[in-house]
């Protein structure tokens, strides 16, 4: 997984009054959790735009202007209701030999049959909750859906890997192609049944058409 590095200012004071007036000189309080106690900081707001606005899962080095530096993931963020701005950034703290539990962005690629076919992808998770070691967590989960056809399900079975361990329970469908009113049968349906088609009239002469009259 790739890391952000976000440089930052330790602070003492943690009262509404000194957070109010780091808020205005364009800083953002954060706070390192995981440690022997809570280690609060702050850095400029522009620092999180690569950490926050991506599609991708990052781990953090944070370092501080004394000098020391902190292993870490983003917990939590907090954006104002009206102009979204980012008022407040917990972190969690991580050491190498430690599995975590992250949040990771669900990727798809390819292109499905059954999409193409006039059926609808549903993607239930945008991302999928793993546990392992910083180094073996991904920075996304990459998902082909080349293979579905309308009516496939992909459990998030087909997933396992040995790197990192997913926590949902087996039956969790990450994907999923399911029928709309517009949609045909998949192609090699479609092929099947054009020749059973052509075979029932050459058997049967114009039975079809005495079959349509009758109806």
Do not use: W
């Not at 990052?58 to 939590?76: C, F, K, R, S, W």
């Not at 517009?182 to 192609?187: G, Q």
């Amino acid at each position: 997984m790739k890391s952000i590095t976000i440089n930052g200012s330790q602070r003492e004071s943690v009262g509404k009054k000194a957070t109010k007036a780091i808020r205005n000189a364009g800083q953002v309080p954060c706070v390192i959790y995981g440690g022997d106690k809570p280690l609060h900081f702050s850095a400029p707001e522009l620092a999180f735009s690569k950490l926050v606005y991506t599609a991708s899962a990052h781990t953090v080095v944070i370092t501080l202007d004394n000098g020391e530096e902190y292993n870490a993931i983003m917990q939590d963020i907090q954006f104002h209701a009206v102009t979204d701005r980012i008022l407040h950034v917990d972190f969690y703290q991580i050491f190498d030999n430690k599995a975590i539990t992250m949040e990771i962005p669900v990727h798809t690629t390819g292109a499905s049959l059954g999409v193409l076919n006039g059926g609808t992808l549903r993607k239930p998770f945008r991302k999928l909750r793993v546990k392992a070691i910083p180094s073996k967590l991904p920075d996304f989960i990459e998902i082909d859906i080349t293979p579905l056809k309308i009516g496939s399900k992909l459990y998030i079975t087909e997933l396992e890997n040995e790197d990192y361990k997913f926590l949902h329970p087996d039956n969790t469908v990450v994907c999923q192609v399911r029928r709309s009113r517009l949609a045909i049968v998949d192609e090699e349906e479609g092929e099947e049944g054009e020749e059973t088609a052509e075979g029932a009239t050459a058997e049967g002469g114009d039975a079809p058409a005495a079959e349509a009259a009758q109806e």
